[in-house]
C-alpha cells in the first residue's frame, strides 16, 4: 500500500517565522539570556536540524561565560534541555491559540489519500508534542487519529541525514519505492532521498530561493479550490506530473509509477550530510 509522510514545520503550517523564532526569543528572554535572533539569524539556524541542536549553537565559551552558565558538560546539558522544555511549551500555546493556519491543500490532499487506504505519518526534526499541536491544528483531531508520528529524539542523526524516514519507513513495513515525502526544505528533501523515497516539495517562506534539484516535484503549495482558491504554482515538475490549479492524490502517484527517477542524483550525492545507513536506526534511548 502507498504511503504519504509529511514532514511539519513548513509543510502543515507555516510555523517558522510566526511559531518557532518567537518561541525561542521568549525563552531566550525568560531565562534571562543574552541573545535574540533576528529574522536573517533565524533563517540560518534552519539550516540546523533540531531545536536543541539550534539552541545547542549558541554554547560558546564566550556566550556561556556572559550568561553566567556553568562549564561543567553534564550541567550545561540539563540547561539546554530546560530550554528546550519551556521553547516548547511556549510554541505549543502559539498553535493552539490559532493564530497559524494550515498551509493550503494539506488536510484535503490528506483525506483523500486515506480515503484511498494510504499510510499517513509525519516525520519531523522537531519535538513530538510540538509536532502533535501541529499535526491536530492542520488536520483535525479526527483525521490526525489516522498518522503515526515520528519526531524528535527517536533518531539520534537529524534531518538532512536520512534517519528518521529510514526509521518511520521501518518501523510502519513500507517499501520505500511506495512512499512519497513531502517537504518544504532542502535539508528535509536530502533526508527523504537518502532514504529512498520521492520527494514533493511546497515551499516555504524561508526556504523559497532554496536548491531542490533531486525532487519529484516543487511547488508553491498543494492549493485549494474554491472557497479557499488557492491556485499552486509549479516551479519543478521532472516527472510530468503536470498538476492543475491544486495538487490532488493522482499527482502524487504519478511520483511513484516513476520509479523515483528525480532523486536519484541528489539522493547519490547527499553523502555530505553524513553516511547513509544500509539498516534502518535503532530508537535513541532519549526519546521517551
Not at 504519478?254 to 544500509?278: E, K, R
Request: hydrophobic share 40%; aromatic share 6%.
Amino acid at each position: 500500500m502507498p504511503a504519504l509522510i509529511f514532514d511539519c514545520d513548513g509543510v502543515l503550517a507555516d510555523t517558522e517565522r510566526d511559531g518557532h523564532l518567537p518561541a525561542f526569543n521568549e525563552t531566550f528572554e525568560e531565562f534571562g539570556l543574552p541573545v535574540r535572533w533576528s529574522d536573517e539569524e533565524y533563517a540560518e539556524k534552519l539550516k540546523v536540524g533540531g531545536g536543541k541542536e539550534r539552541m545547542r549553537t549558541l554554547l560558546t565559551p564566550d556566550f556561556v561565560a556572559a550568561a553566567g552558565l556553568p562549564t561543567d558538560p553534564a550541567a550545561l546539558e540539563e540547561q539546554l534541555a530546560g530550554w528546550h522544555r519551556r521553547k516548547t511549551e511556549i510554541y505549543t500555546g502559539i498553535i493552539r491559540s490559532g493564530g497559524i493556519p494550515p498551509r493550503p491543500g494539506v488536510r484535503r490532499v490528506a483525506a483523500e489519500a486515506h480515503e484511498a487506504g494510504w499510510t499517513l505519518a509525519v516525520a519531523s526534526t522537531s519535538a513530538e508534542a510540538s509536532v502533535r499541536s501541529v499535526l491536530e491544528l492542520a488536520m483535525g483531531p479526527e483525521l490526525a487519529a489516522h498518522f503515526s508520528v515520528f519526531a524528535g529524539d527517536v533518531v539520534q542523526r537529524k534531518k538532512p541525514a536520512p534517519d528518521i524516514y529510514a526509521f518511520a519507513v521501518h518501523r510502519l513495513g513500507l517499501d520505500p519505492a511506495r512512499v512519497v515525502a513531502i517537504e518544504d526544505s532542502r535539508n528535509g528533501m536530502l533526508a527523504a532521498l537518502g532514504s529512498g523515497l520521492a520527494c514533493a516539495v511546497t515551499t516555504s517562506t524561508y526556504t523559497e530561493e532554496e536548491d531542490f534539484t533531486g525532487a519529484s516535484l516543487v511547488v508553491t503549495s498543494l492549493g485549494d479550490p474554491p472557497p479557499e482558491d488557492t491556485v499552486t504554482r509549479v516551479l519543478s515538475d521532472p516527472l510530468g506530473a503536470r498538476p492543475g490549479p491544486w495538487v490532488v492524490l493522482a499527482d502524487l502517484a504519478v511520483l511513484l509509477s516513476a520509479g523515483g527517477d528525480a532523486g536519484s542524483t541528489a539522493s547519490s550525492g547527499s553523502s555530505a550530510a553524513g553516511p547513509l545507513d544500509s539498516a534502518p536506526p535503532g530508537p535513541d534511548p532519549r526519546s521517551h
